[in-house]
Nanobody, 132 residues
């Protein structure tokens, strides 16, 4: 019912930047919260950021706050993740996700929303590789 397709990944040297995109299609009216996750080889999936789609309010994990920025363009039905000052440890498969979290839950009013089980729909992922 909801399709997510990531793009924009690639190889970049440390200190560089990338902007990932996630095209959203299907019945997007059922989605209230979107997110970016990543999973490095041999590690668990890590939540990076969320955005409440009705008003664009973002939430960023402490680990990437200041370097990564989540945003959306509702007219284009697209989610973005701007990544600056990339480090080799940022190398991972990056996924966008969508769920039906209430606003307070989505933007982390009380607890972190960055749990994979909260999100029902997932893209296929786009690889980001950062060399030193």
């Amino acid at each position: 019912q909801v399709l997510l397709v990531e793009s924009g990944g690639g190889s970049v040297q440390a200190g560089g930047s990338l902007r990932l995109s996630c095209a959203v299609s299907g019945y997007i009216g059922s989605i209230g919260c979107m997110a970016w996750f990543r999973q490095a080889q041999g590690k668990e999936r890590e939540g990076l950021a969320t955005i409440y789609t009705n008003d664009g309010t973002p939430y960023h994990s402490d680990s990437v706050k200041g370097r990564f920025t989540i945003s959306q363009d509702n007219a284009k039905n697209t989610l973005y993740l701007q990544m600056n000052s990339l480090k080799p440890e940022d190398t991972a498969m990056y996924y966008c996700a969508a769920g039906q979290l209430l606003r307070g839950a989505c933007i982390g009013v009380y607890l972190s929303p960055l749990k994979a089980d909260y999100f029902r729909y997932w893209g296929q992922g786009t690889q980001v590789t950062v060399s030193s």
